[in-house]
DNA sequence: AACGTCATCGCAATCGTTTGCGTTAAGAAA
DNA sequence: TTTCTTAACGCAAACGATTGCGATGACGTT
């Protein structure tokens, strides 16, 4: 009904006092009289005054507002992200700004400037595929705002990151194909410019190698969605010496790789067993449900926040680099058993 | 390395020239000699100078930012609802503040109250389980902020709202059951205080009706979740007379219901078919794919935005109360193709 | 009577930016 | 020389709230 909101000179007016008295009436300033405060609170209530943030912001240079930079929201790990840094921000009276990159560099570029624009206090950021050049996240470090990187982080940076350890979740699961009885084992890989790609593969290597199974090169794929898991099915199962089982660097491709075998009568786990990576929500409804990691989405944005907000509190306070989230394989039935 | 960020005031100091000169220098202004403009643009640039949001929002009452009120983000629907938003509102420069409520009451209240502190400019909004009250929505209406309801919506507002037409597509599942060859189809029911509850209940009824199937009570069911279908599985199954169709009213509740079946022996769909609603991600892999609706959350999430930044444009705009989103039948195996 | 005390309140500056209006000086027109 | 234009810029108020400081009266104290 009405245009524009309530202020507090909306009320000093129709009360006759100055804003001042008004202002220190609402938070109960010695220097007013309970009945000055009695007539303020009354017409502020009934008025529906809610104190206005812009300003407020503009004052205090504090924003209480944080934002996420994230690839894409309807990913099940990033969307539990964020579900752990709106309970945690939520609970610290922060608000949560979303800017989604699509992967593509240009808008994560423009989502940093729309960051520093809203003078939002502080960011965490989980880097595009395409992205390689960090100046924009520099820019924003530069600029005094706390930075807090996880899963997909960029290096060269003072910055705190939450990540899990990839190396050793990667080694686990491969070794837990490998203790399955598995005896050639693909792996299908995530992008080797990201760190999570890298380390992945240096796990998968080093399980391999600890098993006494040989490394070779032709069981690497690279392949990071259900469709090019197809693709990389067609590949591996045309080799002179196919894959038994497989590890993939997400639960996607994973259920992918699952799906384009089944078609072509290969029984999942009997001849290939499928560990997958993420634990998303899905793992639980495949036929056979899917081995994978639990990678605690939740667990890591809330651990991100927190350390953000610990930051913000303190410009000077560091977890000291980097706070390794706990991962744990979740066994089920796309794997063999003994 | 910088406290604060860099304000006009600081370029305006080092060239010795007045804030208001390099305010319209910086935007071109006609009045400002060519040379100044360049001095100014340079050090702008040079100092990495980004306008203050939050002054311009004090000044010009506009925030360029709306909020999202959902129940919670890491359902797949809400997601790609919010992956819809985000593209639209940032396409029009618009910031995105979501908000979940977690199905809580106390929380929307919360949050509806920050929106207003924040000054966002309009609302979206998605009801929770547990809201019957909607005075803090009336709430932020009554103080001037344009409102647009998506799928959970409520009554009684003046605003938009953005819906799939649930009794249609419950028609057209249900229906696909009866031709189908089903003769006794249940229906895992939402709650039924949400009008998507009923309406998706009154679907089905009419839908037998004009099956010519009886409509009968036992064969309806409340359960939205995956657990719940284990127990309207239990019930259900053991009835005189155990149904040979099942119509859930999401899809995480129909692979529940056709995880149960399976467990008990049941082939889906050959002893019971199944039909979910909602098209998550998912859908596609279980065994056998789960027949749903498709219920567009993106197309959605992007409608209500176009909506909701028409009307903060104009005030007086309306859509016209309802916009209803086209909905598509997925057909997959888990019904009978008969 | 003169002064101090204290309760209660208003003024004005501030945060960063915009903008209507006034000011200045140089050059043109008379 | 005087007056008028005009280009180029500064002043100050405004957005909403906070806060140090000063102002005002009503008292009580000597």
Redo the contacts between chains.
């Keep these: 009904?009405?245009?524009?909101?309530v202020t507090i000179k909306d009320i000093a007016k129709e009360l006759g006092i100055s804003a001042s008295t008004v202002s220190r009436a609402l938070k109960d300033h010695p220097d007013i009289s309970v009945e000055t405060k009695r007539m303020v609170n009354d017409l502020a209530k009934k008025l529906?005054y809610?104190?206005?943030?812009?300003?407020l912001?503009?004052k205090s240079?504090r924003?209480n507002?944080i934002g996420v930079i994230i690839p894409?929201?309807?990913h099940?790990f990033f969307?539990?992200v964020?579900?752990g840094v709106?309970?945690v921000a939520?609970e610290a009276g922060y608000?949560?700004?979303?800017?989604?990159s699509?992967e593509k560099y240009e808008?994560e570029v423009?989502n940093a400037?729309?960051l520093?624009?809203?003078?939002t206090e502080g960011v965490m950021v989980s880097v595009s595929k395409e992205t390689h050049n960090f100046e924009h996240l520099h820019?924003l470090e530069?600029?005094?705002i706390p930075l807090v990187f996880f899963d997909r982080i960029a290096t060269g940076f003072t910055s705190d990151k939450v990540i899990i350890d990839d190396h050793k979740a990667a080694y686990t699961a491969t070794q837990h194909l490998v203790k399955t009885g598995c005896k050639r084992i693909a792996h299908l890989a995530a992008p080797q410019n990201l760190a999570i790609g890298e380390k992945r593969l240096e796990g998968y290597k080093n399980a391999l190698r600890d098993g006494g199974l040989p490394y070779k090169e032709e069981y690497v794929y690279p392949a990071d969605s259900v469709e090019l898991a197809e693709n990389a099915i067609e590949y591996l199962m045309h080799l002179p010496e196919p894959p038994d089982g497989i590890f993939a660097n997400n639960d996607l491709t994973a259920?992918g790789a699952m799906?384009a075998l089944q078609r072509r009568e290969y029984r999942v786990p009997e001849d290939v067993s499928i560990m997958g990576f993420s634990a998303g929500?899905?793992s639980d409804?495949?036929?056979p449900k899917l081995s994978s990691v639990d990678q605690h989405g939740y667990e890591m944005g809330a651990e991100a926040t927190r350390i953000l907000l610990k930051r913000i509190a303190n410009p000077n306070y560091s977890y000291g680099d980097t706070k390794v989230v706990d991962t744990n394989l979740v066994i089920r039935e796309s794997t063999r058993s003994i």
């Design positions: 009904m009405k245009g524009s909101q529906r809610k104190p206005n943030a812009v300003a912001s503009l240079s924003t507002t894409e929201i309807v099940y969307s539990s964020i579900s709106e309970d939520y608000n949560v700004m979303i800017f989604q699509n808008r423009t400037q729309a520093l624009s809203n003078r820019m530069d600029s005094g259920i799906k929500r899905f409804f495949t036929t």
